[in-house]
C-alpha cells in the first residue's frame, strides 16, 4: 500500500464527486428529504380520527362516555356500526380509524359499582395518530372513573378497582413505531441503501467508460484502488448520518440516550460494510444499469426482513433467518439501542462483531473477484 | 534476454474460447526504435498490446518488455511502461491539469510532480488548456493530453494503440514530431495504426493478419519481399483482400 498512490485516487474521487453536483445533492439531500417527508408523515392526522361507535349499551352513561372522547378532539363521529363485525369493517375499509366498543351492562355495572368495559379499537398503523388517540382514550377513561368514584364518596370501594376499565386494542401496529423509531431506521436504510448503490456504479463507470483500462496499466494494486474508492465514501456516509441525526434532533426532537460517539463508531463499521457489498457487486457487474439492479436487489429485503418496518420477531422463521444475513438488521438493532434505549457497547457486540464481519468478507470478497486484468 | 531488446514476444498467443484473436507472434523490438504494428480491424494489434502491457494474460508463449516477464512480473512492467488505449482513457470531468495530476500521482511522483506536469504542458503543448475539462478538449488536444499524462514517470517503453485515429493532418504531423523527438531520447515506442503514410515513419513494423505475423522488418525490407514496385499501401490492401 503506497500511500502517494491512495492519495492520488481519494483526491480524484473527491475532485470527481465535488464536480457531479446532481449526485452530491442525491446524497445529501435525499437522506434529510426522506426523513422529514416519513417524519411529517407520521406526525399528521394526530387529532379528528374518524371514529364509529358500537354503542350496545344505548343507555345515558354510554352517551356521555362518548361525548367525552368526543371532546379530546382525537375522535370525530362517523356513522355508528350496527355491530362489532361491523365496526371491525369500517376500520378495514378505512371509513374509521378507531371503533368504540360499549357492552350492552355498561350501565348496569356501573350503578352496581362493579367495573365496566369499554373497548377502543384503533387503526395503528400510523403509529403516532393512534398513540395520541389511544392516550386520549386513557384519559377520559381514568377521568371518568374518578368522577364516578367521587360521586360515590363515602361509600368503600375496593382502591385497586377501577370502576371504568377502558381496554384499548391497537390493531396492525402492536409495536407502536413512533418518530422515535423511525428515525433510527432511516439512518440505517439511507446509509444502507445509497451507499451500495453509488459504490456498486464507482468501478462499473470506469470499466464503462475506458478509464479503468487506463488504471491498470498504472503501478496501483488492487487494494488501493478499492480503498481508494471505498474512502471518500465513507466521508459522505458519516456526513448523511450528522445530517438525519440533526434534523430529527431540531425538528422531531429525537434524543439520543445513549452515546453519540458510539453512534459514529457503529455507523462506521456499517459504512463500511455498505460500500464492501457495493464494492463487491461492481466486480459481479459490467454494466452501470445492472449494478443499479442488483443494489435495488437488496432494497426490498433491507425494507422488509430488516425490522424497519415490520417486527422481527413477527416474521416466519425462515425469513427472520435471511434477515440476519443483512448488515441492515444488525445496525437497526445497534441504533434503536443506542437512541432508544441508551444501550452501551457491552450488549452490542454481538451486532458490531456481525457487522464487522460483514465488511471483512465483502470487501475479500471484492478484492478477489476484482483482478487487475480486463478478463 | 539480450539487453539491446526493449520487447521480446515468443509465441505470443491469446484465445477468446474458439476465437484465436493472436496465434502465435514473435517479435523483438530494440531499445529506442519506432516499431510499428499494422493490420485491419480485428487483427489482433489491441490484444498484442494489451498481453504486453499486463492487461491480459497471454493463452500461450511468453513476452518481456523492459527486461521483466509480463507474466510473472507484471508491476514491474507496469512501472517501466507507458500505455496510450485506443479509446480516451482519461477522466473527462477531470481538467486536462487535473489529469496531468492524478496520473503523476499513481507513478509515483512526488517531489518533481510540478516540474513534470510543466514539462508534459509545454512538450505537449498544452499550456493553454491546463483549466478545460478534458471532455471539451479537441481530438487532437486529447490525443496529446493522454500522451503526457503515459510519459510523466519517464517510461522506457511506450505503447500508443491507434494514437491519431480520428485527428486531423496538421495535429498528427505535431503528434509525429513529438514522438520522433521521444524516441530520439531514448524512449521505445510501438504504435499500432490503420494509416499507411504513418507506416514509412517506423524504423520497423510488422503486418498483423487474423492474430499472426505475415510480414516483419524495416519498411524498405517489407518491400522488398512483396515486390520492388508495391507501396505499403499495397501490400497492406493485398494482405487484407487475402483474408476475405
Ligand atoms: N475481451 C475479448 N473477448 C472476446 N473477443 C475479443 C476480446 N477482445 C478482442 N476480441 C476479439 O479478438 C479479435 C482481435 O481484436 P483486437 O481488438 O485485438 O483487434 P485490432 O487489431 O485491435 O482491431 P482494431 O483495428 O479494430 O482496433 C477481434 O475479433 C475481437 O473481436
Ligand atoms: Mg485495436
Avoid at chain 1, 389511544?134 to 360521586?151: F, K, M, N
Avoid at chain 1, 471518500?232 to 450528522?242: I, M
Avoid at chain 2, 482513457?89 to 506536469?117: C, S
Avoid at chain 2, 471539451?136 to 491507434?162: N, T, Y
Wanted: proline fraction near 4%; hydrophobic fraction near 50%; include cysteine.
Amino acid at each position: 500500500m503506497n500511500r502517494g498512490r491512495l492519495r492520488a485516487i481519494v483526491w480524484k474521487e473527491f475532485v470527481q464527486m465535488r464536480r457531479d453536483r446532481a449526485t452530491l445533492g442525491m446524497m445529501l439531500g435525499v437522506p434529510v428529504m426522506q426523513l422529514v417527508l416519513f417524519g411529517f408523515a407520521i406526525r399528521q392526522e394526530v387529532r379528528h380520527l374518524p371514529t364509529t361507535v358500537f354503542d350496545v349499551s344505548r343507555t345515558q352513561e354510554s352517551r356521555l362516555f362518548v361525548d367525552r372522547l368526543i371532546a379530546t378532539g382525537n375522535f370525530d363521529l362517523v356513522a355508528p356500526s350496527p355491530d362489532y363485525a361491523g365496526a371491525i369493517r369500517a376500520i378495514d375499509t378505512g371509513r374509521a380509524r378507531a371503533a368504540i366498543v360499549i357492552p350492552e351492562d355498561y350501565a348496569r355495572r356501573l350503578k352496581r359499582n362493579e367495573p365496566a368495559h369499554v373497548q377502543v379499537l384503533v387503526d395503528a398503523t400510523d403509529p403516532t395518530a393512534s398513540q395520541s388517540a389511544i392516550g386520549a382514550a386513557q384519559l377520559v377513561g381514568q377521568a371518568t372513573s374518578v368522577e364516578i368514584l367521587a360521586r360515590r364518596a363515602g361509600a368503600t370501594v375496593d382502591p385497586g378497582a377501577t370502576p371504568l376499565d377502558v381496554r384499548v386494542r391497537p390493531l396492525y401496529n402492536p409495536a407502536l413505531k413512533s418518530v422515535l423509531f423511525i428515525v433510527p431506521g432511516i439512518i440505517g436504510m439511507i446509509l444502507s441503501n445509497i451507499l451500495i448503490v453509488i459504490t456498486a456504479m464507482a468501478i462499473v463507470r470506469e470499466r464503462e467508460s475506458g478509464t479503468l483500462e487506463q488504471l491498470i496499466v498504472t503501478p496501483l494494486t488492487r487494494g488501493e484502488i478499492m480503498l481508494g474508492k471505498i474512502m471518500p465514501y465513507v466521508g459522505v456516509g458519516l456526513v448523511q448520518l450528522t445530517a438525519v441525526l440533526v434534523v430529527g434532533y431540531f425538528m422531531f426532537g429525537v434524543h439520543v440516550r445513549g452515546s453519540v460517539a458510539l453512534i459514529y463508531l457503529m455507523a462506521l463499521l456499517f459504512i463500511i460494510a455498505s460500500l464492501g457489498l457495493g464494492l463487491f457487486i461492481s466486480t459481479l457487474v459490467t454494466r452501470q444499469a445492472a449494478a443499479i439492479q442488483v443494489s435495488f436487489f437488496f432494497l426490498l429485503p433491507n425494507v422488509l426482513l430488516s425490522g424497519f418496518m415490520f417486527p422481527r420477531e413477527a416474521m416466519p422463521k425462515a425469513a427472520a433467518w435471511i434477515g440476519l444475513l443483512l448488515p441492515l438488521t444488525h445496525f437497526l438493532q445497534i441504533m434503536r439501542g443506542i437512541v432508544l434505549k441508551g444501550v452501551g457497547i457491552a450488549s452490542l457486540w454481538p451486532q458490531m462483531l456481525a457487522l464487522a464481519g460483514f465488511s471483512a468478507a465483502f470487501i475479500t470478497f471484492a478484492a478477489l473477484r476484482f483482478h487487475k486484468s480486463l478478463e | 534476454m539480450n539487453a539491446a531488446h526493449a520487447v521480446e514476444a515468443r509465441g505470443l498467443a491469446k484465445h477468446f474460447g474458439a476465437l484465436k484473436a493472436v496465434d502465435g507472434v514473435t517479435f523483438d523490438i530494440a531499445a529506442g526504435e519506432i516499431f510499428g504494428i499494422l493490420g485491419p480491424n480485428g487483427s489482433g494489434k489491441t490484444t498484442t498490446i494489451r498481453m504486453l502491457c499486463g492487461l491480459l494474460t497471454p493463452t500461450a508463449g511468453t513476452a518481456t518488455v523492459a527486461g521483466s516477464d509480463v507474466t510473472t512480473h507484471p508491476d514491474r512492467v507496469k512501472s517501466a511502461i507507458g500505455y496510450m488505449s485506443q479509446a480516451f482513457g482519461l477522466y473527462g470531468d477531470l481538467t486536462a491539469e487535473e489529469n496531468l495530476r492524478f496520473y503523476g500521482g499513481v507513478y509515483g511522483l512526488d517531489r518533481d510532480l510540478g516540474a513534470r506536469i510543466a514539462w508534459a504542458e509545454d512538450r505537449m503543448k498544452l499550456a493553454e488548456l491546463g483549466g478545460r475539462l478534458s471532455a471539451q478538449l479537441s481530438g487532437g488536444q486529447r490525443q496529446r493530453l493522454a500522451l503526457g499524462c503515459s510519459l510523466l514517470h519517464r517510461p522506457q517503453v511506450l505503447f500508443l494503440d491507434e494514437p491519431t485515429a480520428g485527428v486531423d493532418p496538421a495535429a498528427r504531423r505535431l503528434f509525429w514530431t513529438i514522438i520522433r523527438g521521444l524516441a530520439d531520447e531514448g524512449t521505445t515506442i510501438i504504435v499500432t495504426t490503420h494509416y499507411m503514410d504513418e507506416a514509412e515513419r517506423f524504423d520497423r513494423l510488422a503486418f498483423l493478419s487474423r492474430g499472426t505475423l505475415t510480414a516483419y522488418g524495416t519498411p524498405t525490407e517489407v518491400k522488398r519481399t512483396f515486390g520492388e514496385n508495391m507501396t505499403l499501401e499495397d501490400i497492406f490492401v493485398q494482405l487484407q483482400g487475402s483474408e476475405a
